[in-house]
């Protein structure tokens, strides 16, 4: 029942196996198309195969197998300019933060502003907001190191957004926050999808997945065992 490919889709997998050398097979067999301006979940135990797929979409590891398509790209066979252009266009949340360590809070996310050449004090005055939105507006100055796991993962999810890109794609994103703050960083999300983006989050948190209801796929040991569309709203 696999579909056929078509440029239009924001993201299409064709048969995709991925084994990490020598032979731990994290994805089998994955065929699965997601439209642009999309709200997705993946769930599945740990080991599933999540954070391989986020992985595969971000070109961070090739498919052993098939074809990943994204905007009209193959990434099996992605160049690596082509890679970079594709990259200026996603916002990634991953399980580790990546922040720079050496440069302050508002720095970390006004950065991902300056690579795309947005003026100093537009930079900083749209990373203030943004990190004022998630409840980090006293830590501005701090510097990665001295934060707490959770606001060092919200610092990772405003630099994501900051520069509204077309697909975001975050793994676990919420998984070191209290409710407050899953509803704060939640409603971040669902804002930049009202705003056309395509949205793909990783987590295992099935309370939070009923909650926001939106399409949900279901991997298990590596396979993808369900698609669950779910009413709009
Ligand atoms: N770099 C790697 N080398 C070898 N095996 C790996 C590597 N990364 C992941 N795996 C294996 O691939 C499988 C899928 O891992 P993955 O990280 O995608 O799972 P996950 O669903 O994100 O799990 P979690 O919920 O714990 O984050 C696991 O069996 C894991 O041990
Ligand atoms: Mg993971």
Known sequence: MSA??????????????????????ALRDIDVTINRGEFVFVAGASGAGK?????????EERASR?????????????SRPQKAALRRNVGVIFQDYKL???????????FALEVIGVKKRERFQLAFKML?????????HALPPTLSGGEQQRVSIARAL???????LADEPTGNLDPDMTIAVFNLLLEANRCGATVIVASHNLTLIEEINKRTLVLDKGRLIGD???PKG
Do not use: C, W
């Open 66 to 78: 098939g074809q990943v398509l994204v905007g009209g790209r193959n990434l099996v066979t992605i």
């Open 162 to 168: 900051i520069n509204r890109p077309q697909l975001i």
């Open 4 to 25: 056929q490919p078509n440029s239009r889709d924001m993201i299409s997998l064709y048969h995709v196996d991925k084994v990490y050398p020598p032979n731990q097979m």
């Open 132 to 140: 004022s939105a998630i409840g980090l507006k006293e830590r501005i």
């Open 228 to 230: 669950f569309e779910r």
């Open 51 to 59: 954070s391989t797929l986020l992985k595969l979409l971000f070109a």
């Open 100 to 110: 720079l360590e050496t440069r302050s809070v508002l720095e970390n996310v006004a």
